[in-house]
């Protein structure tokens, strides 16, 4: 076949989506192993040029943070639970590609109301009158916090990444505004440990585990979330919109009315998640009591592909890192931002490996017949 | 009195000024970039840890490299990071969001940690404070004290206020009146329709996004150096770069508008102090008004729809040529 037309030049590399034939799982799971993999020895060589340390014996020290004493074991267990519960919160609203990222503000809010809770009724209702009010509550709050954006986004389609974002900021400000009626002692601006002389309020401890109980409600709320998206039509409902809305639209689904019950939902968990946090763990309430976890499951919903149970491993590698990096923090008296560091640069590799499971990427073939 | 408060406020605006210029740019080219607070974490510190080098390199710190190599090291630091938010987002087609989040976890986390150790690695210890190199960031306009008020607002600030404000409006500027502007804008708005006009979607997408983060860490370089006067409390930045980007919102994606805007947010968020008798509660609502304010612009320009007022229709949304 010789034929006299010059052939441009084929690009060094193309890219094809993969589609339908889609990367079997074990080979998407080796993808993602090797990426972390590297991103560690990448995190090693950040530590070495940074402090000189043996990076074995520093990882020796990572490992410690989570699993050195039982203690270490009960607080990763419980931030792994907080963790994942705001993440599990985030995970219908991610899926219906509607991008909330409020959940610090929404959790917040849901602390604040657990919060005022304890102070004006932790000890003068019975428990069985406070627990349910306090979670009304608490669900209310993070609801509210979550489906104002839902309902502008709905009706006018306002960016919701932008709404969700300063909803946290007035949500910060108005734990502020509450702190100075609820401060104790009077002027130190702190609201401290509440009803720490009758404990009235707190969550009870199980078997002698103060944490047993948080991690219990959370692991129910994740077989509840797997089911709730796998299996009921709502879970059905936001696949479909969030993979297109004009089909969604097609096929007879009221899609404002999806977007604002899975914000609801969505607002509604990250609510019960404040609540295991102020009354179930730190039962006080400050600006940081969040700590950036909202930001973080957001990441930690997205690394999981929304399933709820590949969740749980994500936030404890998460948490691991976090606590391990602190450990090293510590011990060889770093900054304690160097976990941050260490976090920022696996999940940039996590992040960039699902490119490498999703498209195909061919070189170009040396082929010498077509050199005419 | 009142000269003393508009030149705080114009000096709280300015590193929001710097970080919604390069926000918007970035946002033009439909890069919703979240990074942006790490970003200017990592501009301001990679500023002070080379004014501590050069410090400590020289005897007597000379002016012009002392201006030369923190702004270099801030805008290389910058820079660098919006490149590794181009490369995952544009070439590896990553989310936005999660993508940016993570680029702020990283960005606050060296930030805090380098400004934090810097001396600790090469020297025994201490705190991190580069007087004399930040002087030189300080230098106002030699005329400034002469001219009463009017130089009090307008001329006592260091040079990288009036950048600032010269490189918003040039954005402004080639934005909307330049063919560079045009095809960018294009991008951010249709990216399918871009590429199909022969527009590189690419070349404008990283580009915007890296001459935007430069642009964001000059903010940083500018709270390190002027501000604070050369020194790195953890944390100090505060959330500045969140506030950059509600700024992006109240100045509808416009440059010009936010320089108007950076000085009226600058001036909520230090007004609180200058208002007598204000309880701390009251402080607290104050505090809230900036943000409360942005809301309430984002619900009104989409529930006004008014076409020139809209976020950039792609904003958020990946581009890949064979998805259509």
Redesign the interface.
């Known amino acids: 076949m010789q034929t006299n037309v010059k052939h441009t030049k084929e690009p060094l590399i193309t890219?094809?989506?993969r589609g339908r034939d889609s990367m079997p799982m074990k080979k998407a799971w080796g993808v993602r192993a090797i990426a972390i993999i590297l991103a560690f020895i990448l995190c090693a060589v950040v530590i070495v040029m940074?402090t000189g340390y043996n990076p074995l014996k520093v990882y020796a020290e990572l490992f410690k943070g989570s699993f050195g004493s039982s203690r270490k074991i009960w607080n990763m267990l419980q931030e792994l639970s907080m963790l994942l519960c705001i993440s599990l919160a985030v995970t219908p609203a991610f899926k219906m590609k509607f991008?909330n990222?409020g959940a610090e503000g929404q959790t917040l809010m849901g602390g604040l109301a657990a919060a005022a809770c304890m102070i004006y009724f932790g000890e003068k209702l019975p428990p069985i009158v406070f627990f349910p009010l306090m979670l009304v509550a608490c669900v209310v709050a993070g609801l509210v916090w979550g489906i104002v954006p839902a309902y502008?986004k709905a009706k006018?389609?306002?960016?919701e990444?932008?709404?969700t974002?300063?909803?946290n900021?007035?949500a910060v400000?108005?734990t502020?505004?509450c702190i100075?009626?609820w401060e104790n002692p009077k002027d130190s601006?702190t609201v401290g440990v509440i009803n720490r002389a009758t404990q009235s309020g707190w969550l009870p401890e199980l078997f002698g585990q103060k944490y047993l109980l948080n991690i219990l409600i959370v692991a129910l709320i994740t077989v509840g979330m797997y089911i709730y998206l796998k299996y009921s039509k709502h879970g059905y409902e936001i696949s479909v919109v969030g993979e297109s809305e004009n089909t969604a639209r097609y096929v007879g689904i009221n899609v404002k009315k999806v977007i604002l019950r899975t914000m609801a939902i969505s607002g509604a968990l990250c609510g019960i998640a404040g609540l295991l946090l102020v009354s179930g763990t730190d039962h006080t309430i400050n600006r940081d009591i969040v700590g950036?976890m909202g930001?973080?499951a957001?990441?930690v919903s997205?690394?999981a592909k929304f399933n709820p149970v590949v969740m749980s491993l994500t936030s404890f590698l998460i948490v691991f890192l976090e606590r391990g990096a602190g450990e090293i923090a510590t011990k060889f008296q770093?900054?304690?931002?160097?976990?941050?560091?260490l976090?920022?640069?696996i999940?940039?590799f996590i992040?960039?490996c699902?490119?490498f499971i999703?498209?195909k990427v061919n070189f170009r073939k040396k082929n010498k017949e077509e050199n005419v | 009195m009142i000269a003393t408060i508009l030149n705080k406020a114009i000096a709280q605006g300015i590193p929001l000024l710097f970080g919604s210029t390069g926000e918007i740019l970035t946002e033009k080219s439909g890069n919703l970039n979240l990074g942006i607070p790490g970003i200017m974490y990592m501009g301001g510190s990679c500023g002070i840890i080379g004014a501590y080098l050069y410090e400590q390199m020289v005897e007597v710190p000379n002016a012009f490299w002392g201006i030369l190599i923190p702004l270099l090291a801030s805008l290389i630091g910058s820079t660098l990071a919006a490149l590794i938010y181009s490369f995952l987002t544009i070439t590896l087609r990553a989310n936005q969001n999660v993508t940016g989040l993570a680029l702020t976890t990283f960005g606050v986390g060296f930030g805090d940690f380098f400004g934090g150790s810097i001396t600790k690695i090469f020297a025994n210890g201490g705190t991190l404070s580069v007087k004399t190199t930040a002087d030189f960031f300080k230098t106002t306009l030699p005329f400034a004290d002469d001219l009463g008020w009017f130089g009090e607002i307008f001329l006592s600030h260091g040079f990288l206020a009036y950048v600032a404000v010269i490189i918003a409006l040039v954005a402004a500027w080639v934005l909307n009146h330049t063919r560079v502007g045009l095809h960018l804008r294009s991008v951010g708005e249709n990216p399918a329709t871009a590429d199909a006009a022969g527009i590189n979607v690419t070349k404008y997408k990283y580009l915007a996004t890296c001459i935007g983060g430069a642009i964001a860490g000059l903010g940083g370089l500018f709270f390190v150096m002027d501000y604070t006067g050369g020194s790195w409390t953890s944390g100090g930045f505060g959330d500045r770069g969140w506030f950059a980007i509600a700024l992006v919102i109240f100045a509808l994606w416009k440059p010009n508008v936010g320089i108007l805007g950076s000085f009226v947010f600058g001036g909520l968020y230090i007004a609180y102090t200058y208002i007598d008798g204000l309880s701390r509660s009251a402080v607290a609502i104050f505090n809230m008004l900036p943000y409360v304010v942005t809301i309430i612009v984002l619900i009104l320009t989409s529930v006004r729809n008014k076409k020139e007022n809209q976020p950039p229709a792609s904003l958020g949304l990946p581009y890949f040529r064979e998805e259509r």
Not at chain 1, 334 to 341: K, V
């Open positions: 890219i094809t989506s940074v991008w990222i502008f006018f389609n306002t960016n990444t932008l709404f974002l300063m909803m900021y007035v400000q108005l502020s505004f100075v009626f601006n950036g930001f973080t957001i990441m997205w690394l770093l900054n304690e931002s160097m976990s941050d560091i976090t920022g640069i999940l940039f992040i960039g699902e490119f999703q498209y």
